[in-house]
């Protein structure tokens, strides 16, 4: 069965610093989704990308947060500087165009700054 | 996207049936119910989607009243396993902005 991956798994860093996360869609998914789930808390969505297009970005702290998906398969998420508050899972999921209620996530990147 | 409300946490005893109801009053003529389960530092996992009515898988069952408003996710002789929070998301069927709320953490106990 096809999976969504993410690396790394789990990413310890010191606030101030540069971290970097990476997806990897299942094959013919258009449609790829960042989220930041806090502990105790649903997943929020940060960014949606259809093919290598920004779809929606509204959540993204654009001062600190960027993403990317250059040839509309897999993606950066990318925070620079961290911040103590971005400690937090950070789950990649996918979709078929046109099914955005029944996306596929990954294992997420579980980020601690410290 | 529609609000949804849906207890915050319910136990369970192994084999028993387990009934999670959500409501969502202010659901679209051409929204769906979704239902999602995540068990703990996993990522989300799609059960089980309806539009009216009844639906089955293999996992689970879904009512859907005539009016829409609430719908019951059915979990048939829940295990250990089951434990895990799940979240009742309803949108369109293009619908890309899944709102996941804090959803409800189901404990089974042995």
């Known amino acids: 069965e096809a999976e969504v991956a993410q690396s790394p798994r789990y990413k310890i860093t010191e606030k101030s610093q540069a971290v970097a996360f990476w997806c990897d869609p299942i094959?013919?998914?258009?449609?790829l989704y960042w989220y930041r789930q806090i502990l105790g808390q649903g997943p929020e969505l940060l960014v949606q990308?259809?093919?290598?297009?920004?779809?929606?970005d509204s959540q993204l702290p654009k001062d600190r947060f960027s993403a990317e998906r250059l040839k509309g398969v897999d993606s950066t998420l990318k925070i620079q500087p961290a911040e103590l508050g971005d400690s937090a899972m950070y789950l990649c999921?996918?979709?078929?165009?046109?099914?955005?209620?029944?996306?596929?996530f990954g294992p997420g990147t579980r980020l601690t700054v410290t | 996207l529609a609000k949804t409300t849906q207890p915050i946490s319910m136990d369970s005893y192994e084999g028993q049936e387990v009934n999670i109801t959500c409501s969502h009053n202010?659901?679209?003529?051409?929204?769906?119910i979704t239902w999602y389960q995540q068990f703990p530092s996993q990522g989300p996992r799609f059960i089980i989607q309806?539009?009216?009515t009844k639906v089955t898988n293999e996992v689970a069952s879904l009512f859907i009243p005539a009016d829409r408003k609430s719908s019951t996710l059915s979990l048939p002789r829940v295990s250990l396993s089951d434990t895990a929070v799940y979240y009742c998301?309803?949108?369109?069927?293009?619908?890309?902005?899944?709102?996941f709320g804090t959803g409800t953490r189901l404990t089974v106990i042995p």
């Open positions: 990308f259809q093919d290598e297009s920004v779809v929606d």
């Open positions: 999921a996918s979709s078929p165009q046109g099914q955005g209620l029944e996306q596929y």
């Open positions: 998301l309803v949108g369109g069927a293009g619908a890309n902005n899944l709102f």
């Open positions: 309806g539009y009216k």
């Open positions: 094959s013919g998914h258009a449609t």
């Open positions: 202010n659901i679209a003529t051409n929204d769906y």
